[in-house]
């Protein structure tokens, strides 16, 4: 019987001792003083060498110095969650005569826009969404009820004879007029004749303080040349009606509103009118009323109707806060990572801490380079990237680190080199999933959740060029100084881990079990989806349409005596609940502005103090199902996206299996919000997606080991190497992992509840994450390729020594034999 064939390769048997040649021996040739010295070697061979760190070098200066420049010289756009605000959506919608579309929604922007100026609101935004929708962003503006009623209201201002007064009782008027209550004399009604002057007539309108005959406030008017001669007539045609008579008034409506009816002046000349093409409105008015008229009346009507279906108001108290909270919890989660990697791997770790620096500096001169809007979400997401960014490092350092330990080389630079060239295809494939991610927030999510997906791209591709670039610079430097290569073990490459340490001593054999793995995965999907069915999900006002209040009460009250006042104010129906420290909030259905104002007064009467409003939402209901719906279409196309991607670069099992394992990573995410009753919200969202571009990350470390070592050793069975590549990538799992919860940690912390929900979610979704790659995603990879064989790929180059096989894993080759091969 001849012996089992070893199943290591020819390269990783053991060899014989090979015995000292003499000199001039065998046909090679000893070197000696005489052989060609390097300065005369070819300059093609060694100029790749020379010029490669010197480009790298001059890159990363480059971009270091312009990120710094931009830093300095601009300063971030914080949205209004951040700084204290409102922000109204505005939807048109079709009138008698004109179609709400792109064109007249643009023409509706730019009188809004006159509106908007007019209130003297500082640095305010507005802009088109799509084709029907106009975003107005309100800084330093609390009361969104005022702000609503100006901006909102269609102002169709007209001028009307008044040609007889009625009463209430009698609401009835002659055929072919209008009979419109009279804001001078409750109870009376004015008969209005056709109008003889529109808005359209109006050049400008300004709010004066008239001193002189201490009129108060008033609206000056200055009409157009065609409408200042009709104003001229219908003041002249009333100045013949006797004094008293209600023929001698003119009114002034707005929107089917007598705000104005004006009797003329004594002095005016009958048939003659009031010339000159100005006029004045008074009406008892404050300078806040003055204001808003002037305002409306300046900015003109509206081409067409608008709704209000989305407004937010953030208390600026509640935005320093979550921007102080944020930044601590940003510094203390990034100096334990960086204090973490340092121990780790020590020199290079430092330096690697270092350029995470680079990076929250590229990444925020990217950001307001770009404009972009930086929210509450995407400081998270901003923070978030950074506890990303590690990975890329770490996957460098530890194919370093196996390099180093195969061959102990004194050459420090060559496992370096090797480390950035190996790890480039999986720090590809695994930022290119989060970019996906990432991208769906920005197409398919609204207000500040848009700004995470902005923050969280330009996170990831700053992250590839700070571990590709800057990170590669500094690792080159430090490792070609002699006192360096002296002491390898400074680097941190030349020691095991403790982490593969305990791995090289346990030698385990994960894939083994696999159908153990997979019977427990399983049972937690059921258990998530038992929460989901029994206890059902908790959606916001995002998705359901309705308000949400968060009140904060100067004095302690409890939620039941809250919820009482709020019945007692006519809100039976409302969700009340404690928010945070003392606070309450208060969800319905349907609110409008007096309404809520109508609850703030009660729960003020019920504590006996001062009660602020430090957050409000409105969604319209047609808002709340469109957005339903795009998180459902976001959720698919996620799932497509990364199916159709990982088919691409690996098969269509192993894609299979990293959709798999991320939809199990999503349901118990899901399920554990759901068993919690924690809200489902578009911050939820926005954490959901990117768990999916974290769980695949992880994924397809391992996987792109599997398909590397397939290629070298295209003999051994897929189980052999899944396992394999498990433990080689489970270092870099653990270190990985622990850098992201770092961050998370201190954002649950510390980032307040706006932020606790989301690092909840997210952490959830690392820890899953990891251990769903391990034992989901290699197990259904494996049972698929089994039932499923791809055809056998030809031979790629010889195997290095960093992949020669442990006892176990030998045996395990020997006795499994070829398998499936994958």
């Avoid at 303080?209 to 065609?226: H, I, K, N, P, Y």
């Avoid at 921007?323 to 791997?345: C, D, R």
């Avoid at 083994?512 to 069915?533: D, F, K």
């Avoid at 006042?565 to 609110?591: C, H, M, N, W, Y």
Wanted: proline share 6%; with cysteine.
């Amino acid at each position: 019987m001849s012996p089992a064939p070893d199943p290591r390769a020819p390269e990783d048997r053991p060899r014989p001792p090979r015995r000292p040649r003499a000199a001039g021996s065998g046909t090679s040739k000893p070197r000696t003083a005489t052989s060609r010295p390097a300065a005369s070697r070819p300059a093609a061979s060694r100029t790749p060498k020379s010029r490669a760190p010197l480009w790298r070098a001059l890159v990363a200066l480059a971009v270091v110095g312009l990120s710094l420049y931009v830093a300095l010289t601009q300063s971030a756009r914080l949205g209004l969650d951040l700084r204290g605000g409102t922000q109204i959506v505005l939807e048109t919608k079709d009138a008698p005569k004109v179609k709400a579309d792109a064109a007249s929604t643009d023409r509706a922007l730019e009188v809004l826009r006159q509106r908007v100026d007019a209130l003297g609101v500082s640095e305010p935004g507005i802009a088109r969404s799509g084709e029907k929708r106009i975003i107005v962003e309100l800084p330093g503006v609390q009361d969104p009820r005022k702000a609503a009623e100006v901006i909102g209201r269609t102002a169709q201002l007209s001028v009307h004879p008044v040609t007889g007064e009625t009463t209430e009782k009698k609401k009835a008027a002659p055929e072919g007029a209008r009979a419109l209550p009279d804001p001078d004399r409750p109870g009376s009604r004015l008969v209005l004749g056709p109008a003889v002057l529109s808005g359209d007539g109006v050049k400008d309108a300004e709010a004066i303080l008239d001193q002189q005959s201490l009129a108060g406030w008033t609206v000056s008017l200055e009409f157009r040349s065609g409408a200042g001669d009709a104003w001229a007539r219908v003041t002249g045609e009333a100045a013949c009606a006797p004094q008293g008579a209600p023929e001698r008034r003119v009114a002034i409506t707005l929107d089917d509103k007598i705000i104005s009816a004006p009797s003329v002046n004594p002095d005016v000349v009958c048939k003659t009118g009031i010339t000159g093409g100005s006029t004045q409105i008074t009406g008892g008015f404050d300078q806040a009323e003055a204001r808003d008229l002037a305002a409306l009346v300046k900015g003109g009507a509206l081409p067409v109707p608008v709704d209000v279906v989305e407004q937010r108001t953030v208390g600026a108290t509640l935005g320093a806060d979550a921007i102080a909270a944020s930044t601590q919890a940003a510094l203390i989660g990034i100096a334990l990572t960086a204090l973490f990697i340092t121990v780790v791997y020590r020199l290079l770790g430092a330096l690697a801490a270092l350029a995470l620096a680079l990076y929250g500096l590229i990444s925020y001169a990217a950001l307001v380079a770009l404009g972009a809007t930086l929210t509450l979400p995407g400081l998270a997401g901003f923070v978030l990237a950074i506890g990303m960014a590690v990975d890329a490092n770490v996957l460098v350092f530890e194919r370093a680190r196996e390099e180093y330990l195969a061959v102990r080389s004194p050459d420090l630079a060559k496992p370096v080199r090797t480390g950035f060239a190996k790890a480039w295809s999986a720090v590809i494939d695994s930022n290119v999933t989060t970019l996906l991610a990432a991208g769906l927030l920005f197409f398919f999510a609204t207000g500040p959740v848009k700004g995470f997906g902005v923050t969280l791209c330009v996170g990831v591709l700053a992250s590839m060029v700070t571990a590709l670039v800057i990170t590669r610079c500094f690792a080159d430097f430090a490792v070609g100084r002699e006192s360096v290569r002296r002491r390898p073990a400074l680097t941190g490459i030349a020691t095991t881990g403790r982490v593969r340490a305990w791995l090289s001593r346990r030698d385990p054999d994960l894939v083994r079990h696999r159908r153990r793995w997979l019977g427990a995965s399983a049972l937690l999907v059921v258990v998530a989806v038992a929460g989901i069915v029994l206890r059902g999900l908790d959606f916001g006002v995002e998705f359901t349409g309705g308000r949400l209040v968060e009140y904060s009460t100067s004095r302690p009250l409890d939620a039941d005596k809250a919820r009482e006042a709020v019945s007692d104010a006519g809100f039976p129906r409302a969700v009340v609940q404690e928010s945070g420290e003392g606070d309450i909030t208060v969800r319905t259905q349907k609110l409008t502005n007096d309404e809520q104002r109508r609850v703030t007064a009660a729960l003020e009467e019920e504590s006996g103090g001062a009660v602020t409003v430090e957050r409000d939402e409105l969604i319209g209901p047609s808002l709340g199902d469109e957005l339903r719906q795009k998180a459902l279409i976001a959720l698919a196309i996620a799932v497509g996206a990364q199916l159709l991607y990982l088919s691409v670069r690996f098969r269509w099992t192993f894609a299979a299996a990293a959709v798999s394992a991320m939809v199990h990573d999503v349901l118990l995410v899901v399920g554990l919000f759901a068993w919690l009753g924690k809200p489902v919200d578009s911050v939820f969202l926005a954490a959901v997606l990117t768990v999916i571009g974290y769980s695949v990350n992880d994924t397809v470390v391992v996987f792109d080991r599997v398909r590397e070592a397939r290629r070298r050793d295209p003999r051994a069975g897929l189980a052999f190497l899944a396992n394999r590549a498990v433990v080689r990538t489970l270092p870099r799992t653990v270190n990985t992992g622990m850098g992201a919860l770092f961050i998370l940690a201190a954002l649950a912390v510390l980032g307040g509840d706006s932020l606790a929900d989301f690092s909840l979610a997210l952490i959830t979704g690392v820890v899953v994450g990891m251990a769903s790659t391990v034992f989901t995603a290699v197990p259904i990879a494996v049972a698929l390729e089994e039932r499923s064989p791809a055809e056998p790929p030809t031979a790629g180059p010889r195997k290095t020594s960093t992949d020669a096989y442990s006892p176990l894993e030998a045996r395990h080759g020997k006795e499994r034999g070829t398998g499936a091969v994958v």
